[in-house]
């Protein structure tokens, strides 16, 4: 025991630092919230009126409304074209090592960095839409990111090319970890390779699916650096996302009071998703020391 102190103390020192920062600050962020606090915090009780207000602005609904949609179709796409490249990387090609360094690489960008490229490629005076005028097709059109309509799609492409690597990497991984021997039993009584996929490997994927789904999910909510830099939130507020509206009630309107009210809301939305699946991990453990 006095033998393991130092590697105790290395590992655990850390994480109750950690923990005491992120639930004293969380804390801390919640008590603001029902403050009427504004360029600095003072004491004071307005109850829920931060809540209300914040749940009732314009800002806050079109936030939430482009989370749903950011969220779920970035989760789906990013999901499906992350299990399509590890499936189409599991066949043993000759340069799967480049090619899997290619697919990863986005991963070493930071999302600024990405949403700033994503911003000229899409601009339709810079990017796609000016190379293929130039090219001599004119009446081609590509201009998303200035339609209020669709520009909350290039934040989903921008993400897409950002993460979809990192879910390719999860499911090459439980790809791999098949078992080889059900797969050539299934060959041997005639299934094919569909078949196979559809009855075998893909339901032992499941587990890692819902960490893929989960983290992605996460990421979705807490987004922030990439809107920023790609969109801005524009045009208008028409690609506003919860972290935008925190950021411009803090740190632009200074409502400090309503910028801890949305903070603690999403915070909430984050828990919906995290709370069942640390309740799932927790039953999927002990079902496994059972048996």
């Known amino acids: 025991m006095v033998r393991r102190l130092p590697e105790y103390l290395m590992i655990w020192v850390p994480l109750l630092l950690s923990a005491a920062h992120l639930v004293s600050f969380s804390l801390w962020t919640l008590w603001i919230s029902f403050t009427p606090s504004t360029l600095v915090p003072v004491s004071g009780w307005v109850g829920l009126r931060n809540y209300t207000a914040v749940a009732a602005s314009r800002n ?25 490249l590890a499936i189409l990387l599991d066949q043993r090609i000759r340069a799967e090592n480049v090619l899997r360094s290619i697919f990863l690489y986005p991963l070493a960008v930071s999302f600024v960095v990405t949403g700033t490229v994503w911003s000229w490629l899409l601009n339709p005076g810079l990017g796609i839409q000016k190379l293929v005028h130039d090219l001599g097709w004119t009446s081609f059109k590509f201009d998303w990111l200035i339609d209020r309509d669709m520009a909350i799609w290039t934040i989903v492409i921008a993400a897409i090319w950002q993460s979809s690597g990192f879910a390719m990497a999860l499911f090459l991984a439980g790809l791999r970890s098949v078992d080889a021997d059900i797969i050539k039993a299934a060959q041997i009584d005639g299934a094919g390779a569909v078949r196979i996929y559809r009855r075998i490997i893909l339901p032992s994927l499941w587990p890692i699916t819902i960490t893929v789904v989960v983290i992605q999910l996460q990421f979705a909510i807490s987004t922030f650096d990439l809107v920023r830099a790609l969109t801005n939130g524009g045009p208008g507020i028409a690609t506003q996302l919860p972290a935008l509206v925190v950021y411009d009630l803090m740190f632009q309107r200074s409502l400090l009071g309503r910028g801890a009210a949305a903070a603690v809301l999403m915070l909430l939305i984050l828990l919906a998703v995290l709370l069942p699946y640390a309740a799932w991990r927790y039953i999927q453990r002990r079902r496994a020391n059972h048996a």
């Open 60 to 84: 806050w609904q079109i936030a939430f409304d482009n989370l749903l949609l950011f969220g779920s179709a970035f989760v789906l796409l990013s999901a499906a074209t992350g299990l399509i």
